[in-house]
């Protein structure tokens, strides 16, 4: 799974997310061996169309609704801790569709912001809806538009079954990735070019940060429009997954 907060993905976190850069997993909220400060200005390149009754959140400095409530969190071990219940997950709006037809992807997209100077991460009781959708972080590029474009999906869930993003690991360099803006229908296409492992210590350090998020991660966007999909891999160990598996694309339409 993936741990609470995009923080993990900076080498962090329990099961991974994937940035497109996309990163797969779940989300745990074990602790992360270091927190990067993701940028907080909005991208300075008009974005694509998005419906206006739903638009993307600003960042909150709480999770995106699947972790509030009676303050309850998964802590990667089998417990809920923080709350006497586990909270109720109340699904935010879904503005995109991914899909990636050579991994048999296809999830709904919903928006997150940061928490904690990490990209969140929702998550939930195993029967919560959110398993099974993938995080656009706001403070990146929308589809087709030119910056980076980072998406996450949980692994597995807290009883370890498939997740949005369980085949991401998968993917390899000449995948297509679609992603369809439901306010009018309008789909893009980015092109996997390079897919990558990183331990948790390699996934901390500045230029990884900086390629996973582009400019919401510190780094400087050249006006090429890419993704990035982010989610956990490797070995389970004290809570967390040790590695975190990451694909990079570039539009192609």
Known sequence: MMRAGLG?????????????????????????????????????????????????????????????????????????????????????????????????????????????????????????????????????????QPGTMTVAGHLDDTLGRPAAFWTLRNLQPGGVVEVTRRADGVTVRYRITEVDSYSNSQANSPAVIHRIYGSAGGGTDDGVARISLINCTGQYVNGEYNHRFVAYGELIS
């Open 8 to 144: 993990w993905l900076a080498g962090g976190a329990g099961a991974g997310l994937a940035t497109v850069a996309v990163v797969v997993g779940a989300l745990h909220s074990g602790s992360e061996p270091g927190t990067v400060t993701l940028s907080q200005p909005a991208p300075a390149v008009a974005a694509a169309p998005v419906s206006t009754a739903t638009p993307a959140p600003a960042p909150q400095s709480t999770s995106s609704g699947s972790s509030t409530g009676s303050g309850g969190h998964y802590s990667g071990g089998g417990t809920w801790s923080g709350g006497s219940s586990r909270p109720a997950y109340h699904p935010p709006a879904k503005l995109y569709d991914l899909r990636i037809a050579s991994v048999g992807i296809a999830a709904p997209v919903i928006a997150v912001g940061v928490v904690h100077g990490a990209m969140d991460a929702p998550f939930g009781p195993a029967s919560s809806a959110v398993w099974h959708e993938a995080f656009w972080l706001n403070l990146g590029a929308q589809p087709g």
